[in-house]
């Protein structure tokens, strides 16, 4: 054999050697390539289920929040019309104590209180209507800062019936709110 048969023999056996691994590489890089792209395309996936359900937190959030505001608002608006009821009721019951009407329901007031109370008992009233317990044969006590009506006790002061507007409405609140919200 010759050298330049050797030599020959040498790079075809180098041409192969470099054939073989180019062929190698080239499968290595893609199964390299093949693995990124799942890799790429699962974290892709997964990223898009991640920021599919915070968007969906975030929407659910959202929404109940809007519902609280909606509640709170219209819960507002409830509580500003029964505010104003109430401003009308009083205005309405000042309007009832300058009536004659209101001295028949002293009467009764009055009556009431002498069933509950007793025979002898004091009344505690506004100044205005002093006079007109007068005239029913009561004698009245001390002055009281109220829309109307009384406030009855027993001589010895150990029992008390308050019949006073604000006291009547405070009592029966529950029930005129139930009634002004069904006409609401």
């Known amino acids: 054999m010759s050298i330049e048969t050797f030599l020959l023999e040498i790079e075809n056996r180098k041409k192969k050697e470099i054939e073989s691994l180019e062929k190698d590489l080239a499968e290595k890089k893609a ?17 898009a289920i991640e920021a599919k ?20 608002i219209l819960f507002d608006a409830i509580n500003s019309n029964m505010q104003s009821a109430f ?4 205005r309405e019951i000042e309007n009832y104590t300058k009536s004659p009407q209101y001295k028949k329901a002293l009467e009764t007031m ?5 069933k509950k109370l007793g025979q002898s008992i004091v009344i505690h009233c506004r100044d205005e209507d002093k006079a007109i317990l007068k005239d029913l044969g009561v004698t009245p006590g001390k002055s009281i800062k109220t829309l109307g009506g009384i406030i009855a006790e027993n001589n010895e002061g150990t029992k008390e019936l308050d019949l006073t507007f604000e006291e009547l409405l405070r009592t029966h609140e529950d029930q005129i709110k139930s009634f002004l919200s069904e006409r609401m």
Do not use: C, G, P
């Open 31 to 47: 199964k390299l390539q093949a693995e990124m792209n799942h890799t790429v395309k699962e974290i892709q996936e997964r990223f």
């Open 110 to 114: 009055i009556a009431a209180s002498k």
């Open 87 to 90: 401003d009308a009721i009083k």
């Open 53 to 72: 359900i915070k968007s969906e937190r975030e929407y659910a959030r959202i929404i109940e929040a809007a519902k609280l505001q909606s509640k709170k």
